[in-house]
């Protein structure tokens, strides 16, 4: 698949993924690779994690997101003062998911004006995801009119028009990542509606297998290590076909790189796309 034909399907990415799989760093990696297209990109940062330097960013946090809505609504003495006196704490225990559907309208807002021809958003981990995703409808059901309603509704538009809006889920070649990433992508699907991009799978040994020479001692350290280095290559390969048999999405393998930056993960991203 052509790259640019891969970046401009849709204007939004969420990036999501259980904790220790790379989410944020393939987030990072995903901007600067459709910056690579020559389209401009924007990540977004709801962790509170830092941004890699080099890359047009945005670090976005419920205060951040009720503060610019009241602001929008005439009301920025009032959200400065809500902020400072923690009361987001009080309303977001008071209306749980609140916060979520802050955000989400943010992304929404950047989206419409086209803040940038790709907008990543590093999402939260991959059950948080499930929630945050599912937090428009659930207040669409349960809020009858006004503002929020119409938010709710605005933001489930964006979602559920793949066009606007994908999600991208990132996993790493263990069993207990890609059995949460397989039931993620069908709570996103079936209870959320969104379209997911092919799913990544990060962190591969794509190395060849050793031939081990026979007449080598068993128990020297180098058949050892050739030994382990053969079996992580099996395994890796067992659980991406598990992975495949399970989950009928396209695969893009990254692969475990010995010199590890930004850049190399964006320069993998795009050539496994191109294999597409």
Known sequence: MDPNQFFTASRVFIVAGKGGVGKSTVAAALAVAAHRCGLTSLLVETDGKPVPSGISSLSLTPADALREYLDTKGLGRISRLM??????????????????????????HLEQSKAADVIVV???????????????????????????????????????????????????PEPTPIQESIETAFALE??????????????????????????????????????FHNERLARDQKNISNLK???????????????????NI???????????
Request: proline share 6%; glycine share 6%; net charge negative.
């Open 83 to 108: 902020v400072t006196a923690g009361i987001l704490d009080v309303v977001s225990s008071a209306a749980p998911g609140i916060d979520d559907l802050l955000m989400l309208g943010k992304v929404k």
């Open 245 to 263: 048999e399970h989950l009928p999405l396209s695969q893009i393998i990254i692969p475990d790189l010995t010199i590890f930056s930004i850049e």
């Open 266 to 276: 964006a320069e993998a991203l795009l050539k496994a796309i191109e294999q597409l």
């Open 122 to 172: 590093d999402g939260p981990a991959a059950g948080h995801a499930i929630t945050m995703l599912k937090t428009p409808q659930a207040i669409s059901d349960s809020v009858k009119s006004g503002a929020v309603r119409l938010q709710a509704d605005e933001i489930l538009e964006m979602l559920r028009n793949g066009s606007r809006c994908q999600v991208m889920l990132v996993t790493i």
């Open 190 to 227: 079936d209870e959320v509606g969104v379209k997911l991009t092919p799913i990544v799978v990060n962190q591969v040994d794509t190395s060849t297998e050793l031939v081990i020479p026979p007449e080598l001692p068993q128990h020297s350290a180098l058949v050892q290590a050739g030994t």
